[in-house]
């Protein structure tokens, strides 16, 4: 058993160095996991067109034709970067998106890059287009949108950062955000131009959200040491309590949801098809996941790739959850972050945000950055979370393993 603890901008245009050549050893794919040996850190991965797709540290992009086996690089930089979360196609253009206001366009399969870059005070964790010229983003301080294709940007900064997003056509997007220990919806039916605020029902852990209708659907565990096993569903547009559900979904993407223990594949009919994977699945809580034919890939610490499917049957227990925020109250050993000498310069200050696994012993791992304001910044973050140590969470007395999402801000005093 595992305990879950949630502790207008004008573009510039340059034409990019192709990416450096650099043989990426294969893999061999099958029912157990296989780690891709990277040059650097994968942060985002989607499929498109066939080939999944990864990004990440020191502008890493890269793509497999082959679901996972082979692997090409399409961009790096060699004199350090940085760091890109999110892939986004749209047509015959792929855009990355990352931190210290970084965007890339390829017009010719990744083949080469131009840049073009905005607010270097902002950064992009996830974009998706609603059409040619429509883009809604989540940021690393808020949210983001657009209305030509991402050349010019609109920002809404917020306290916390958005946590999942779903976009419905190029008018209608909800956003998730954080606010201390509730959730709060954010919807827009004008492209972004205005928001309507909406508090989601209390007590319940929401890990994911998806178009359902005239409105949108969470979905989700209740909170608490002790409550009763069960997944909940909230609809926005009915405004009645969250139901219980024998049909789990979160993390969902274009290719499927996130079940326990296993995925299901995006369909429209009432039943879609569901598949599991073995009980060592870690899934990071930044949705970093793909499915290709019979090949599954996670983003975590390293890029993990299998083949093979298994019919999923029986619905697992929930994990239990708390409620109680251990990042802050079971610390044990936290040294502070080193302020990067860079940002101090720069006045770029912000959230780095980390999931990590906290272990029986108190020590971290599994770390998997979430979202970062630089890559200066969240390299002085992880750094420091490597050697953070906690007390233990005990449930009747044993110690667990603990899910946590860690927060690291930096913020320059005057």
Sequence with gaps: MRVIVWLSIVLTSAALAQAPQMAIPPVSLSGTWASVPLPEMA??????????????????????????????LRHWSLQGGEMLFSLAFQGTRIHAFGTAGTHFVSSDGGATW??????????IIQAEFSDVSHVFAATARGYATSDDGGRHW???????????FVVKDA??????????????????????????ETKVPEGYQWDDIQSAGT???????????????????????AGSNPQRTDVPGWACSALGCRIPGGWA???TGAQPQRWSLPDDTEFPANNAWAAIGDSFCTVGETLRCRSGRTPWTALPEPRLTAASDATAAR??????????????LANRQGMVQVHVVIG???????????????????????????????????????PMEVDSTIAVNFTLRN
């Design 43 to 72: 942060l985002g991965i989607t499929v498109h067109d066939g080939a999944i797709w990864v990004c990440g540290a020191n502008e890493m992009i890269a793509e497999s034709t082959d679901r996972g086996g082979h692997w090409s």
């Design 114 to 123: 131009s840049s073009q870059n905005f607010d270097r005070t902002q950064a």
């Design 154 to 164: 609109h920002f809404k900064n917020l306290q916390h950062p958005a946590w999942q």
């Design 171 to 196: 008018s209608h997007a909800a956003v998730v955000v954080r606010d201390r220990d509730d959730r709060v919806l954010m919807t827009t039916a004008d492209a972004g131009r205005h928001w309507q």
């Design 215 to 237: 409105g949108y659907r969470l979905y989700g565990q209740m909170v608490g040491p002790h409550v009763p096993p069960g997944f909940y569903v909230w609809d926005s547009a």
């Design 265 to 267: 594949e995006a369909a």
């Design 331 to 344: 610390c044990v050993k936290c040294r502070p972050p080193q302020y990067p000498a860079a940002d101090r």
């Design 360 to 398: 029986t012993d108190g020590r971290l791992k599994n770390l998997a950055l979430l979202c970062a304001p630089s890559a200066s910044l969240a390299h002085a973050a992880m750094d420091a979370v490597r050697g953070w140590i906690y007390a233990p969470l005990r449930v009747g007395g044993v």
